[in-house]
């Protein structure tokens, strides 16, 4: 075998239990041999434990390298070319060739190590997925060498877990070992013991290994009963990998916190922690401890959704990719997460006392500093102010130079401070115009001098940056005679703005109250308060201060409409705000018959308006908040739709087939949607569908069968033929919709958002070809695995075929659609040729998907249509 891997090239791998090589350069005696000298070979030899040392770059200088275990020695030497190859414990035969030198520092250790072995500073231990590494690493600044894992992908980047970051390594000869006399794993240099890195107490075993996980932790274990002896994960360090923990354990006395690094180059200790404190069962939150003192806090964590979010987590949809969860009980009071996709995950504790989300590559607090007078941002507010600064007075980092001859500089060579010590000192000298800190960011360098100093921007930005103090207000007496006429002058003009502003304002509340009168005469709009179906008029600053005045942290989506807020009112209630834009089309009209269709329609599968509000050109629609968002949010994503199994689509199914059989039979009028879709149906907090958005729908007599409009309105891919060309709509248009929308369902995919490789065809005529072939169940969703129920997905995609064919007249009533869906037993006639039926037979299974999503219209033009 061997020669054979000499002879071809052909890369050989051994299970473990083997000692393996990769060779990159080889000589051999014959000479036909070395025209295969630029061949990359992986051969091995056994070897008595489950250790993989792995070698890849040539060098041109001979390196030994000594493994040992168990108190056995294996010294391979790297000869010449010319001379013969003699290998100590292996019988010449099995050595059938000579290699060139390798560079030790290529060698990786496999995911364990055990009694006996050492990891020296040039080996590495991987984890048996090749997620994560361990080894040493040094800091170029200073030279210090320290052992530490980090993502194998990304070596440069973010140390996950370092051992000894207060106690770095000089010494070129360390390695890391289980100690043979007390079991410990220890870091030693010379026969001495430099770091103890594990606390365990159980004494030495030959059945000791220490392991490296694919999830990061470093382990310690007893390999005969596999207990954990030592782990790494209980003795974080600045970072908070999935699985790890933040808390404590009730039990053992034990906490799990995070400790900031001094700065972003030295491991050692920092100012900052990150804890999980809380104060009640009710009240979960993540705590920045400076120096022990309450620094930042999360707010509580929000467990009343499926999607955990904190109060002040900056941007709180970038942890939707998260799994949060806590444990609270009389044993334990922890903190920890889990992610969704295979990204490398971590939550980093900066040496600025921020809390990094490494994932996303962006920052989950909001604060930059916390200077104590404030509570903002998560900030905990400090006791008292120092005298000479104000609220509202920062530190901003700029790129410039003091004048000399006006401050003085003064260096703080401290090891062991960072630039929030800086900050803090400098906060509390009422001289201290700016600080930095030393390249590596520890130290101090401060500059202090008058107020009236001058400091000048460098816009080049070729001198070092500064944190300079800026004041919230500045000036004396002098300046304030000085300023006086002016100030007096501003007053006068802000006094006339306003004045005008008021004026105008008391014009837009009468329009604003004529429009609502015109609403509350037609739609039983009630003004403060909500008598059986009646809705409220909220007033316009009401919305504003629900929305915190339309911020982007609040913003859901946005349709064609316009964009969609979260709120909260006054009284706690969580509402969802429709914000008509001006260029949307959906004017008064639009947004009376939505107000007046939802008032007087009540089913528990239609969306609840709570009221609305007018304000100027301003409409607002005020529903009620659904937590889960809209459908295709699920439905159309690659990583969330794995959350919506088939019993979950099934009962979507169903509550939108009973919310459409409301609307064209039950409810005290006859209404065609006209623009059902998945972004019209809503999802509560127990994924239940309720159907959205009725600002295009309308209102039938019960002896009215159809009509024609000119204004054809509604989403390209799911009006039914008969309405997109000829603007002829009923209770079928809205049948045809239930079919499109059913198989998106069923699929996973858009009507129109995909192509074969030979031609374009919509989800429409790709399922009527898989059922005319047999396959229909090649339809079906890949994530649905084993939820799925197989007749009845076929029997789902059955009735959604008789839904979307072309004549309306062979469509059935939603009625019959409900019948099919729940009765099994029920016989089911053959669908015919469905309406929209794209290009050639299918020739290639093979998709090629498109993220388009087309929103609703209120004027289309379709053409390059061919309708059969």
């Given at each position: 075998?061997v020669h054979?891997c ?8 051994f299970?473990?239990?083997h ?12 000479a036909?041999a ?8 992986v ?7 489950g250790?993989?040392?792995?070698a890849?770059t040539?060098?041109s ?13 294996y ?5 010449s070319a ?8 292996v ?13 030790q ?43 530490g ?6 070596e440069?980047?973010t140390?996950?877990?370092?051992a000894n ?9 360390s ?14 240099s010379g026969?001495?013991?430099?770091v ?6 159980s ?13 990061g932790?470093?382990q310690?274990?007893?390999e005969?009963?596999d ?5 790494s994960?209980?003795?974080?360090t600045?970072?908070l990998?999935?699985g790890?923990?933040l808390?404590?354990d ?16 030295i491991?050692?200790?920092g100012?900052?922690?990150?804890n999980w404190?809380?104060v ?20 509580d964590l ?8 904190f109060?002040?987590?900056n941007?709180?949809?970038?942890l ?5 969860s806590?444990?609270?009980?009389n ?12 990204v ?7 040496a ?7 994932g996303?590559s962006m ?8 200077y ?21 007075d920062?530190?901003?980092l700029?790129n ?10 003064s260096?703080d ?10 900050m803090?000192?400098?906060?509390n ?7 930095t ?7 101090c ?9 001058k400091?000048t ?7 070092v940056?500064k ?6 207000s500045?000036?004396?007496?002098s ?15 802000l ?5 005008v ?17 015109e ?6 709009t009630?003004?403060g308060?909500?008598?059986g179906?009646?809705?409220v ?13 339309f ?6 989506g ?6 969609v ?20 089309g959906q004017g008064l ?18 969306v ?16 009620e908040?659904m937590p ?20 979950k689509r ?6 939108i087939a ?6 064209h039979k ?6 065609i949607?006209?623009d ?11 994924m ?5 958005d009725?600002g295009?729908?309308r209102?039938?007599?019960q ?5 024609m409009?000119?204004r054809?309105v ?15 709509f009923?209770?079928?248009?809205d ?8 198989l998106e369902?069923?699929s996973?995919?858009?009507n ?30 890949q ?11 076929l029997?789902?995609?059955h ?13 059935p009533?939603m009625s ?14 053959v ?5 929209f ?5 299918v ?9 388009t ?16």
């Amino acid at each position: 075998m061997v020669h054979d891997c000499i002879s071809h090239g052909t890369p050989i791998y051994f299970q473990p239990r083997h000692l393996t090589f990769l060779w990159p350069w080889f000589l051999v005696p014959s000479a036909a041999a070395y025209a295969f000298a630029t061949l990359t070979v992986v051969c091995s030899i056994p070897y008595s434990r489950g250790t993989h040392v792995h070698a890849a770059t040539p060098t041109s200088d001979p390196v030994p390298f000594l493994y040992s275990s168990r108190g056995f020695s294996y010294l391979f030497g790297f000869p010449s070319a010319a001379a013969p190859m003699t290998w100590l414990g292996v019988s010449p035969s099995q050595m059938m060739f000579s290699f060139y030198s390798i560079k030790q520092q290529n060698f990786l250790l496999s995911n364990d190590m055990n009694i006996g072995d050492e990891l020296n500073r040039t080996s590495q231990l991987v984890s048996p997925g090749s997620n994560f590494t361990l080894g040493f690493f040094t800091n170029p600044d200073s030279n210090y060498t320290y052992l530490g894992i980090w993502y194998t992908s990304d070596e440069q980047s973010t140390k996950v877990w370092v051992a000894n970051p207060s106690t770095p390594i000089t010494s070129n000869s360390s390695s890391i070992m289980i100690d043979p006399d007390t079991g410990k794993l220890i870091i030693a240099s010379g026969g001495i013991t430099v770091v103890n890195i594990s606390d365990n107490q159980s004494g030495a075993s030959p059945n000791l290994t220490a392991t490296l996980e694919d999830t990061g932790d470093f382990q310690l274990k007893n390999e005969i009963d596999d207990r954990i002896l030592w782990r790494s994960f209980d003795y974080p360090t600045n970072v908070l990998l999935p699985g790890m923990k933040l808390g404590s354990d009730l039990r053992t006395g034990r906490n799990w916190s995070l400790t900031s690094w001094l700065s972003n180059e030295i491991p050692d200790l920092g100012a900052f922690s990150l804890n999980w404190e809380p104060v009640g069962e009710d009240s979960q939150r993540l705590v920045i401890r400076r120096r022990g003192q309450p620094y930042w806090t999360s707010g509580d964590l929000n467990n009343q959704t499926q999607t955990f979010e904190f109060m002040n987590v900056n941007n709180p949809f970038s942890l939707y990719q998260y799994n949060l969860s806590y444990v609270y009980n009389n044993e334990e009071r922890s903190f920890s997460y889990h992610r969704f996709n295979d990204v490398r995950p971590m939550w980093i504790l900066t040496a600025d006392g921020r809390v990094f989300n490494g994932g996303e590559s962006m920052h989950l607090s909001f604060h930059e500093f916390c200077y104590g007078y404030d509570s903002g941002n998560g900030c905990v507010a400090g006791s008292n102010l120092t005298q000479c600064r104000n609220e509202d007075d920062k530190f901003s980092l700029m790129n410039g130079d003091f004048t000399p001859n006006e401050v003085e500089s003064s260096y703080d060579d401290n090891s062991s401070i960072s630039i929030s010590d800086c900050m803090v000192s400098c906060w509390n000298d009422c001289s201290c115009l700016g600080f930095t800190t030393a390249s590596n960011g520890s130290g101090c360098n401060i500059w202090t001098g008058p107020k009236s100093a001058k400091f000048t921007v460098n816009p080049q930005g070729n001198s070092v940056q500064k944190y300079v103090f800026v004041a919230a207000s500045k000036g004396n007496d002098s300046k304030i005679l000085i300023w006086a006429p002016v100030v007096a002058g501003i007053f006068l003009v802000l006094f006339c703005c306003g004045l005008v502003w008021y004026l105008k304002k008391i014009k837009l509340k009468r329009e604003d109250e004529k429009q609502l009168l015109e609403l509350m005469d037609s739609s039983n709009t009630k003004r403060g308060g909500r008598k059986g179906s009646d809705l409220v008029v909220f007033s316009f600053a009401d919305i504003v201060t629900a929305t915190n005045d339309f911020t982007e942290v609040n913003k859901l989506g946005q349709g064609g409409f316009g964009p969609v807020y979260k709120g909260k009112l006054s009284d706690g209630r969580e509402i969802a705000i429709k914000r008509l834009s001006r260029t949307s089309g959906q004017g008064l009209m639009e947004f009376k018959n939505e107000l007046i269709l939802i008032a007087k329609l009540q089913h528990t599968n239609l969306v609840r308006v709570l009221g609305c509000c007018i304000h100027g050109e301003e409409k607002m629609l005020i529903y009620e908040y659904m937590p889960n968002k809209s459908l295709d949010f699920f439905l159309f994503d690659e990583t969330r739709k794995a959350l919506l199994d088939w019993p979950k689509r099934w009962n979507i199914i169903e509550g939108i087939a009973q919310g459409l059989l409301y609307l064209h039979k039950y409810s005290r009028m006859r209404v065609i949607h006209r623009d059902l879709k998945a972004s019209n149906v809503l999802l509560d907090e127990n994924m239940n569908p309720k159907i959205a958005d009725f600002g295009m729908a309308r209102i039938f007599k019960q002896d009215e069968t159809e009509a024609m409009t000119k204004r054809v309105v509604g989403t390209y891919g799911y009006m039914s033929p008969e309405y997109a060309m000829d603007g002829t709509f009923s209770v079928k248009s809205d049948v045809f919709s239930f079919g499109v929308l059913t198989l998106e369902i069923v699929s996973g995919r858009r009507n129109m958002s995909f192509s074969y490789l030979d031609r374009t065809v919509n989800l429409i005529g790709y399922a009527w070809e898989l059922w005319q072939q047999g396959d229909a169940l090649h339809l079906q969703d890949q994530t649905l695995g084993d939820s799925c129920v197989v007749h009845q997905l076929l029997r789902t995609i059955h009735v959604a075929l008789l839904c979307v064919q072309e004549n309306a007249v062979d469509r059935p009533e939603m009625s019959d659609v409900t019948s099919m869906l729940g009765n099994d037993t029920m016989l089911l006639p053959v669908p015919k040729r469905p309406a929209f039926f794209f290009g050639r037979s299918v020739s290639n299974p093979t998709l090629v998907e498109d993220k388009t999503d087309g929103g609703s219209v209120n004027n289309i033009t379709i053409t390059q249509m061919e309708a059969r």
